[in-house]
C-alpha cells in the first residue's frame, strides 16, 4: 500500500546538521523511490501546515500529491514523498517541489530536492509476420517489431544475412517507440524439390554493437519445377578382405577371408528386395574370433520369398525346431 509518513525528531539531534534531505544520486526508471524533507519549526507554537507535491516532469508522479504536517514547538519534522519513476522518463536531473502554508498564518515555505534518473538500453525484436509457405520464384516477406524499451534514444543498425531490408540499414529510435521492419527475399523459380528457407534479421546500437537482438523466419518453398533427385538407382553392397593368423600348440596358421554383403531394392518402389552375403573359407581353425564360412542369396517380393544358399532351415515341431545348413527354400504367403 502506497502512502505518505511523517514523524517528528527532536530538535537536538539537528543542532550541528543541515537540513536532512534524502536525494538520490541515481534512479532508474521504472523504479520507486521516496524523497525526504526536513522541515524546522522555530518558533514557541506548534505549526500545522498544507503540504503540496509537484515535480519537474510528468514522468514523476508523487504517490499522493496532498498532505498535511504538524510541527511541534521548537522541533523537526522529516516528510517523507513516495514517487514513482515512469519507464519512458529520459535520462537526466529532475526535481521534487514541497510547498506548505500554515493553517493559522499563512506563512509558505517551499522546499525543493534533486535527483538524476540514469539512462537504460533495452532493445527488443520480435517477429510479427511471415510467410508458412511460397512457390518457387515468389518473394518472401517477413515483418518484425522493433521496439526501444529504454530511455536513451538508440542509433540502431540492421542487417539480414540472407535477405534485404526494405527499409534504410539505420535508423534513429526514440526512446519508448517501436518500428516495423520488413525484409524479403526472391526465392529461386528452377528450384528442383521442396525446401525451407531461414530468413534472419539482427539490430544492435552504433553505440554497443557487441549487444545485438536477432529474430527469424522459417518458410517452406514448394518447387514448381520438381526434377528427380537422382537418375541412378543404387544397391549398397559391402566388401572387405581380413588376414587372419593364429598359432595354436606350436603349430601357426594365417591366411585372407574375404567377405562380400548386399542387400536393397531392384525397383524404386522398394518391392522387389534382394539380399546376399559370401564369406570365403576360414584360413584357420575356427574359433568364437573368426567367421565361419556362409554362401546364400535370396530374393522377396510381396508374399513371394525364395532362398538359396546357407541358413537356419525350419525342421520339425517334434524334434528340433530348425537346423543350420545349406539349401533351398521357396515360400508363398496366401493372403487370409
Do not use: W
Not at 523511490?33 to 522541515?39: A, G, L, R, V
Not at 574370433?289 to 515341431?317: A, I, M
Request: contains cysteine; neutral net charge; proline residues 4%.
Amino acid at each position: 500500500m502506497d502512502f505518505i509518513s511523517y514523524f517528528t525528531i527532536p530538535s537536538t539531534n539537528f543542532c550541528s546538521k543541515k537540513d536532512f534531505v534524502n536525494k538520490k544520486d541515481s534512479l532508474l526508471p521504472g523504479t520507486s523511490t521516496s524523497i525526504s524533507f526536513t522541515i524546522e519549526n522555530v518558533a514557541s507554537e506548534s505549526k500545522i501546515y498544507d503540504i503540496k507535491i509537484e515535480t519537474s516532469s510528468p514522468h514523476i508522479t508523487p504517490i499522493l500529491t496532498n498532505g498535511e504536517l504538524k510541527i511541534p514547538a521548537n522541533e523537526n519534522s522529516v516528510y517523507i514523498v513516495p514517487l514513482k519513476i515512469a519507464t519512458e522518463t529520459p535520462q537526466g536531473k529532475y526535481s521534487v517541489f514541497l510547498n506548505g502554508i500554515e493553517k493559522n498564518t499563512g506563512e509558505k515555505i517551499i522546499k525543493t530536492s534533486a535527483f538524476f534518473v540514469s539512462g537504460t538500453r533495452k532493445i527488443s525484436l520480435t517477429t510479427l509476420h511471415y510467410p508458412e509457405f511460397v512457390k518457387a520464384g515468389e518473394t518472401i516477406r517477413a515483418t518484425f517489431l522493433l521496439k526501444n524499451n529504454g530511455n536513451l534514444s538508440e542509433n540502431l543498425i540492421l542487417e539480414s544475412k540472407n535477405a534485404v531490408v526494405e527499409e534504410n540499414a539505420s535508423l534513429v529510435l526514440p526512446a519508448g517507440e517501436g518500428k516495423i521492419i520488413t525484409i524479403s527475399k526472391v526465392t529461386n523459380p528452377d528450384l528442383g524439390k521442396n525446401e525451407y528457407q531461414n530468413l534472419n534479421l539482427s539490430v544492435y546500437s552504433s553505440d554497443n554493437p557487441s549487444e545485438n537482438q536477432t529474430a527469424y523466419t522459417s518458410v517452406k518453398i514448394i518447387s514448381v519445377k520438381p526434377v528427380e533427385e537422382d537418375i541412378f538407382h543404387r544397391f549398397p553392397v559391402a566388401s572387405s578382405i581380413s588376414f587372419i593368423g593364429m598359432r595354436n600348440r606350436g603349430k601357426y596358421d594365417d591366411g585372407f577371408q574375404g567377405e562380400v554383403y548386399g542387400k536393397g531394392s531392384l525397383d524404386k518402389n522398394n518391392k522387389n528386395l534382394l539380399e546376399f552375403h559370401a564369406v570365403t573359407k576360414n584360413p584357420v581353425e575356427f574359433n568364437s574370433f573368426t567367421q565361419y564360412e556362409e554362401y546364400f542369396v535370396n530374393y522377396k517380393q510381396d508374399n513371394f520369398f525364395v532362398h538359396l544358399g546357407d541358413k537356419n532351415y525350419s525342421s520339425s515341431f517334434l524334434t528340433e525346431y530348425a537346423r543350420y545348413g545349406r539349401g533351398a527354400e521357396i515360400r508363398f504367403d496366401f493372403k487370409k
